[in-house]
């Protein structure tokens, strides 16, 4: 089992090639390669955004179960020094 | 419409405060190339866009420049969390403390309040696209000047990944400009309004 902040980390590694290859296939909407890309990153995030929530807490405002009680508002948020990971740049 | 992730899209962890880095760093969050103005100019240049690509484009871009918003302000609330007033004295940021104590308010690193004049929505693709290559220009040096003056490890990679994300923004916008100029030169019916 993953601990919270490297779970989260692989989240947002995750995220972010899926925001970089969905711009990159707006003005390419024909190359498959990255198509394919783009469709895994999609279902790996998914996958590891459902074994953080199931641990660590809601994720996404309105597609995230909650427990009781809610958890949607409880802290930290992600503008805060301790919701955040320090990036160890050979790690990753 | 949207929805909100409850993570950044880049880690913002700042150990030392620093409200004389916060003054300047705080131009992108309110200021002539900034993020808030990034995000405005897209999401308002996107109801008169042409061609499938390009209003993909300006909606994505707008909404990744929110969180780009949310990082700089992350990074602004972190530097002046913990200063002290001296702190804050010494960084220059009196006048912004007794206007917003700690808080994050969209100004330029001059001061001045954020204004919708810093951005252009002519109705026109061709003009907007072409103003949308001068933005994030503008905001690669920007960030370009910001890295300059910093020396904090912990200020400076979030830095470089956001002004990496205008090097993207721009090849993306100019792929854009492309599309839209092809379009409007084939033998259509209409003309680009």
């Known amino acids: ?92 | 419409m949207w929805t909100y992730d409850k993570f950044l899209q880049y880690p913002i962890k700042i150990k030392n405060p620093n409200p004389e880095m916060a003054k300047i760093i705080i131009t992108q969050y309110g200021g002539p190339d900034g993020e808030l103005g990034a995000s405005l100019r897209y999401l308002s240049q996107r109801f008169s866009m042409i061609t499938p690509q390009a209003i993909a484009t300006c909606n994505d871009v707008g909404t990744e420049e929110l969180a780009h918003l949310e990082m700089v302000g992350a990074m602004v609330r972190q530097l002046m969390k913990n200063a002290t007033l001296e702190e804050i004295q010494k960084g220059g940021m009196a006048g912004y403390y007794v206007d917003h104590g700690r808080g994050v308010y969209p100004i330029s690193a001059a001061g001045v309040p954020f204004n919708a004049s810093y951005l252009q929505s002519k109705g026109d693709p061709i003009v907007d696209l072409t103003e949308n290559l001068a933005a994030e220009q503008k905001a690669r040096a920007t960030y370009e000047y910001l890295i300059n003056m910093a020396d904090d490890p912990d200020v400076i990679e979030p830095l470089k990944f956001l002004r990496e994300r205008e090097v993207v923004h721009y090849q993306r916008f100019g792929e854009c400009l492309r599309i839209v100029q092809d379009y409007l030169q084939e033998p259509h019916l209409f003309t680009m309004r």
């Open chain 1, 1 to 92: 089992m993953k601990n919270k902040m490297e779970l989260l980390k692989l989240i947002v590694a995750s995220e972010f090639m899926k925001d970089d290859l969905a711009l990159f296939l707006n003005t390419h909407p024909m190359d498959q390669e990255a198509l394919s890309k783009y469709n895994f990153y999609v279902m790996e995030s998914k996958g590891l955004k459902e074994s953080y929530e199931m641990n660590y807490g809601m994720l996404s405002e309105h597609n995230s179960l909650s427990p009781y009680p809610w958890q949607w508002i409880n802290n930290p948020w992600p503008w805060e020094y301790d919701a955040n990971f320090n990036l160890d740049k050979e790690g990753m």
